[in-house]
């Protein structure tokens, strides 16, 4: 059975900091893996989708990375801003059922201006 | 990108009674999926809605609980019956596939709570 985790629980920055949030998973026959950001009372907003062949996503701030041999991907954030504040969710697809996700429990983030 | 929308977005339900969640998707998706978030938990998948037949429930989840209905590949709803305080969360629609590749979109989510 997948196990997505991801640390830390929650981190707390000042403005401008690059930072990296990190997930791991136990199965690595993965189909894709994804970043979401979750804002308070919200929905998900998907940041990034890694296919399993590839080792790395960009998009504007943002660079998620993706060793699949390892279990591994990492979020990194580039000169923080307080609009970045969000809990962060990492999930992943098995092959079998592509598109179902299991989720990691989230990295809440906080920027301080 | 997809324009996924969830109603009712709150609610606050009385033990007992059962409550209907509509998802709309302004796209012919291929998939559709519906999951829960407890509070301060992260999201479990409920079940995968199926256009025209029975949908594929997680282990965990069953039927009765939670029946589930897509009569076309835009609209699916999800319905909490005979609710209990533990049934208080957000319920997620989500889509992919067809137009929409790989990539997975949620819709805002519906906070039900159970009195």
């Known amino acids: 059975k997948q196990e997505v985790t991801q640390i830390p629980a929650a981190l707390s920055v000042p403005e401008g900091e690059n930072l990296v949030l990190n997930c791991s998973f136990t199965?690595?026959?993965?189909?894709?893996l994804q970043w979401f950001r979750q804002d308070p009372g919200k929905g998900l907003t998907s940041l990034l989708l890694i296919q399993s062949s590839q080792r790395e996503q960009t998009s504007g701030r943002l660079n998620a990375s993706l060793d699949k041999s390892s279990g591994r991907s990492t979020l990194y954030i580039a000169a923080s801003q307080p609009g970045d504040s969000a809990t962060y969710l990492c999930a992943v697809s098995g092959i079998q059922g592509a598109q179902k996700l299991v989720f990691g429990q989230g990295t809440r983030l906080t920027i301080n201006p | 990108s997809a324009v996924i929308s969830q109603k009712p977005s709150r609610d606050i339900c009385q033990r007992g009674t059962s409550l209907t969640i509509q998802c709309q998707v302004d796209s012919q998706v291929t998939m559709m999926f519906w999951y829960r978030q407890q509070p301060g938990q992260s999201l479990t998948l409920i079940a995968t809605?199926?256009?025209?037949?029975?949908?594929?429930?997680e282990s965990g989840f069953v039927i009765d609980k939670f029946p589930i209905s897509r009569p076309n590949l835009t609209f699916s709803t999800l319905t909490v019956s005979n609710m209990s305080p533990e049934d208080s969360s957000i319920y997620l629609c989500?889509?992919?596939?067809?137009?929409?590749?790989?990539?997975?979109?949620f819709g805002e989510g519906s906070w039900l709570t159970v009195v």
């Open positions: 199965d690595s026959a993965i189909y894709n």
């Open positions: 809605a199926n256009q025209g037949s029975e949908a594929t429930y």
């Open positions: 989500s889509v992919g596939g067809g137009p929409l590749g790989n990539t997975i979109y």
